[in-house]
């Protein structure tokens, strides 16, 4: 098997005012899987967000993209092939138009022109917000912007796309909207959620990150129906939610 | 929500005035500006020309007068100083009815009201026609500082985000009984904005990341560089040509 597009293994860290967040994560992710990445609040989810593009530097351990290591002299290149969407499309979105927006990852690394102008319009079909183009981002919709953040990020053509709780705040539409775009990229997704039916619907693969570890990684089924592992770590199925009496996906 | 308004100076239009660079519209305004604040105030036929000309430039760029007159209220603070003026200078007096007026006062209100209605006028005629984003590029165009350009790039994107976040503070504050009817109440006052100070800080880390996430070096990408035809500069120097000519007669007289 080649190299994973991921490989994150023995990595820690200590926030400077000495809070630990993570204590040795190993984490491999594929070409072309989609894994959900699960666990309660304050796990490190975050954390180890932040660790796969480079904005945390590894106290210990080490991150690994496709075979380059995250490191200060390669960090561009890094960036470019970790897609990282945050949670408040509002704080990705800061250009004064989606054009403009969309264009300022792929100019950052050097794309100009005709060239550009293809890698705007390319993104921004993938999400089916083309027309949209010239609108300021604060007039659109929750569910647009949302699409918008993916588009910024799909225009670097990442081979990773890592999404930070994609479905929050959705209504149930824009929801099912963004799963049915998710579906059909073709790259590799990392999804950081609550959401489980979401993660059950879209990833095949979950991993469980409790208290800056990773205590299980599996089908997302068996996670999600091994009772004592979900009690273990503040894991629950939303009412009337059980995914063995829901046919795989 | 944030959805469905447009900008508040914007008219949507295909003009030559719109289409214009931004860049040129803004030279072209500043250069009519100071013609104007440069004639002497005693020719009282030469604002009646700025204004024709200015009328002119209105008719060809197809916005509605209407829409035009509505926003010249921004100037009423300056029309009431304005007004007091003739009340409140000294020198040699006039009876007009009941009233006794200062004449260096009447004049100098007239100069005050002639230059600023014009001034807010061709400025208002430049926003009416010119796509926020694509002001900011022509300032950029003019070497303005692009630290100060993006700090306008960001106001105007996160303007409606923050009033939209103190809007639903005052709504939450409201819903637990509080009325801002006191000096008793300026505290709560006080803390929200501190805590929509605090919010805005946060949220500027949090975008500060997304554009390390994209890449993003200290330096904004210059993606589209606007330059203007040598007919588009004919056509924005019309306007201070004519007025510089204007001027120009206006003082030799």
């Known amino acids: ?249 | 929500m944030g959805a469905g308004h447009g900008h508040h100076l914007h008219f949507h239009g295909h003009s030559p005035i719109h289409r214009m660079p931004a860049h040129l519209k803004l030279l072209s305004l500043v250069a009519f500006v100071v013609l104007v604040v440069a004639t002497p105030r005693e020719q009282y036929w030469a604002f009646a020309v700025y204004a024709t000309l200015l009328a002119a430039v209105v008719a060809v760029s197809t916005v509605p007068p209407t829409y035009l007159a509505k926003r010249l209220v921004v100037e009423v603070p300056f029309v009431v100083f304005a007004l007091l003026m003739p009340f409140i200078a000294s020198g040699p007096y006039v009876s007009v009815g009941p009233l006794h007026l200062s004449e260096p006062g009447l004049l100098g209100a007239w100069g005050l009201l002639a230059k600023g209605t014009l001034g807010v006028l061709a400025s208002l005629v430049l926003g009416a026609t010119t796509e926020p984003r694509d002001l900011l590029v022509g300032l950029e165009r003019l070497r303005l500082p692009h630290q100060l350009v993006q700090i306008m790039g960001f106001m105007m994107r996160y303007l409606e985000v923050v009033t939209d976040e103190l809007q639903r503070m005052r709504i939450a504050r409201e819903s637990r009984g509080f009325a801002a009817s006191s000096v008793r109440a300026w505290p709560a006052l006080a803390s929200t904005a501190g805590a929509l100070f605090i919010r805005s800080y946060e949220r500027g880390e949090r975008i500060h990341l997304a554009m390390l996430s994209r890449g993003y070096a200290g330096r904004m990408p210059v993606t589209h560089r606007v330059s203007a035809t040598p007919a588009q500069w004919a056509q924005a120097g019309i306007l201070p040509g004519l007025a510089l000519a204007t001027m120009a007669l206006a003082v030799t007289l």
Not at chain 1, 103 to 120: C, D, I, S, T
Request: a negative charge; proline letters at 8%.
């Open chain 1, 1 to 249: 098997m080649s190299a994973p597009v991921l490989d994150v293994s023995g990595l820690a860290y200590a926030y400077p005012d000495g809070h630990q967040a993570l204590f040795g994560v190993n984490l491999h992710v594929h070409q072309g899987e989609r894994v959900a990445l699960l666990g309660p609040n304050g796990a490190g989810k975050t954390t180890l967000v932040l660790h796969l593009n480079g904005i945390l530097t590894a106290g210990a351990g080490s991150v690994h993209v496709s075979g380059l290591p995250v490191a200060k002299d390669n960090l561009l290149e890094i960036r470019r092939r970790v897609g990282v969407v945050f949670q408040d499309p509002d704080d990705q979105l800061f250009m004064p138009s989606v054009r403009d927006d969309v264009a300022f990852g792929p100019a950052n690394l050097g794309v100009r022109g005709a060239a550009l102008e293809a890698r705007v319009i390319d993104a921004l079909d993938l999400v089916g917000m083309v027309d949209f183009i010239d609108r300021p981002p604060h007039h659109l919709s929750f569910g647009q912007r949302r699409r918008v953040a993916v588009a910024t990020v799909l225009a670097m053509q990442p081979e990773v796309l890592v999404l930070d709780e994609p479905s929050s705040n959705l209504d149930p539409a824009s929801r099912r909207e963004l799963a049915d775009i998710l579906r059909s990229l073709d790259v590799t997704v990392l999804m950081v959620t609550h959401d489980l039916p979401y993660a059950y619907e879209l990833c095949p693969r979950s991993v469980v990150l409790s208290d800056g570890v990773v205590v299980a990684d599996g089908p997302t089924r068996d996670v999600l129906t091994d009772d004592a592992l979900m009690a273990a770590h503040r894991l629950e199925l939303p009412f009337g939610f059980d995914p063995r009496t829901i046919p795989a996906p």
